[in-house]
């Protein structure tokens, strides 16, 4: 025979499940969008500096989904600079351009911090 026993209450889960369900967690993502923004700009490798500043961030809702999304607008002849950048791409003459990976490091600190802010909200409400 197996026997479980419990003993306390479930009040930290309801208060978290209300705090997911009232969406107060998740009221910083406009903040996080702009430190996202400012940390791919200050990242982006620089020519002309227009890949560098054309970031841009999104939240979205929509019920209890949130997103929040950083693109960029710099796109020339249907190519995506920052995606090049990232990636690499071929040349016309044959030759290849290696890509750098900045995005990665660049907003892996926003993701930690994000993060870090809703697990405090979790703990203390």
Do not use: C
């Amino acid at each position: 025979m197996i026997s479980i026993n419990v003993s306390g209450s479930f009040k930290k889960t309801y208060e978290f499940l209300n705090l997911l369900k009232s969406g107060d967690i998740y009221d910083d993502l406009t903040r996080y969008g702009i430190m996202g923004v400012d940390a791919l700009s200050n990242a982006t490798p620089r020519d002309s500096g227009e890949t560098a500043s054309s970031w841009r961030y999104k939240v979205t809702h929509r019920g209890n989904y949130y997103t929040i999304e950083w693109y960029n607008t710099n796109v020339e002849d249907g190519i995506p600079i920052a995606i090049i950048l990232q990636y690499g791409h071929g040349t016309g003459t044959g030759g290849y351009v290696q890509g750098i990976d900045y995005i990665n490091p660049a907003i892996r600190p926003i993701f930690d911090k994000i993060a870090e802010n809703v697990w405090e909200k979790v703990k203390n409400g």
